[in-house]
Nanobody, 121 residues
């Protein structure tokens, strides 16, 4: 199993940047596909980005492509989400996710507690 803890959320003006980080407590971090999802008020949780076990494959949601960058550091057991050119519609709780078996846009079984990102207009 793996435990995930997010950090780095906050309040930012439209056009600004934030960097989210997720720390994973596991001895086998490289076994997990890592991803970020988000949930805005009144909406379903949605896929944001995912990165493969070695970091060589990455997929983004169309809504964040070109603005967000996902990366992982397998030596530090962390996965980050650099968010640039933020828009008010990016406001949501952002969740770190880990999947043992699949690489794709569907979430795995392990979730962090979430971190709030609020973008003001």
């Amino acid at each position: 199993q793996v435990q995930l803890v997010e950090s780095g959320g906050g309040l930012v003006q439209a056009g600004g940047s934030l960097r989210l980080s997720c720390a994973a407590s596991t001895r086998t971090f490289t076994n997990y596909v890592m991803g970020w999802f988000r949930q805005a008020p009144g909406k379903e949780r949605e896929f944001v980005a995912t990165i493969s076990w070695s970091g060589t494959s990455i997929v983004y949601a169309d809504s964040v492509k070109g603005r967000f960058t996902i990366s992982r550091d397998n030596a530090k057991n962390t996965v980050d989400l650099q968010m640039n050119s933020l828009k008010p519609e990016d406001t949501a709780v952002y969740y770190c996710n880990a999947d043992l078996f699949r690489f794709g846009t569907r979430p795995g079984n392990y979730w962090g507690q979430g971190t709030q990102v609020t973008v003001s207009s």
